[in-house]
Every structure is written in structure tokens, then in C-alpha cells.
Nanobody, 119 residues
Framework: QVQVVESGGGLVQPGGSLRLSCAASVRIFSINTMGWYRQSPGKQRELVADITSVGTTNYVDSVKGRFTISRDNAKNTVYLQMNKLKPEDTAVYYC?????????????WGQGTQVTVSS
């Protein structure tokens, strides 16, 4: 079982920055992929960015050049640095961990953290 806990959300003005953190209950090198998803009212949850155990990253087009995902294996934590924030980035952001156990993929989700971009 993997538990992930997000922190770092809040209210920020357009153009501002926030850093989200996701702390895992296990050593993150044992997790195949960790990622950030977001969901705003009336919309489906979407992948924002993810990072594999070997450091390969992937971003949705709308955040490329503005967001950076990174990992600190010593702290079992994954970060999402969000710069040049826009009102359309407003959403609940969820941390996700994907781990293969006995040949099956398992998904673990955090409780979410609200990010609001508004003047």
C-alpha cells in the first residue's frame, strides 16, 4: 500500500508561482511513475505532468515551459513547480503513484490540494 499526501496549494495572482509537494509513504524509487493530475468543476481529471523512476518526464501541452516536475528520492517527495500561472490553471491538483505489484498496475491517489489563480 502506498499513501501520498499533497501540500502547497493556495491562492496566487496570475503570473505568480506555486510549488506543490507530494510525500510518499514508501521509497519512491520503488514506484514506477509519479504524477500530478488536476480537475476543475465540470471537467474531467487530466494529467498535468509525470515522472518515471528513471527520471523521464512528460507534460500536458498547456503547461510546457511553465511547470516543472522533479523528484527527491532521499525525501520520498515529488514536486511540481508552477510558474507563470494562469486563471485556467485553477483546479484541484492530485498526486498519483503508479506501481506494478505482481504484474498488475496499482494506482494510489492523494486527497488533492486546491490551486486558485485569480486577481
Amino acid at each position: 500500500q502506498v499513501q501520498v499526501v499533497e501540500s502547497g496549494g493556495g491562492l496566487v495572482q496570475p503570473g505568480g508561482s506555486l510549488r506543490l509537494s507530494c510525500a510518499a509513504s514508501v521509497r519512491i524509487f520503488s514506484i514506477n511513475t509519479m504524477g500530478w493530475y488536476r480537475q476543475s468543476p465540470g471537467k474531467q481529471r487530466e494529467l498535468v505532468a509525470d515522472i518515471t523512476s528513471v527520471g523521464t518526464t512528460n507534460y500536458v501541452d498547456s503547461v510546457k515551459g511553465r511547470f516543472t516536475i522533479s523528484r527527491d528520492n532521499a525525501k520520498n517527495t515529488v514536486y511540481l513547480q508552477m510558474n507563470k500561472l494562469k486563471p485556467e490553471d485553477t483546479a484541484v491538483y492530485y498526486c498519483n503513484a503508479k506501481r506494478v505489484v505482481l504484474g498488475s498496475w496499482n494506482d494510489y491517489w492523494g486527497q488533492g490540494t486546491q490551486v486558485t489563480v485569480s486577481s
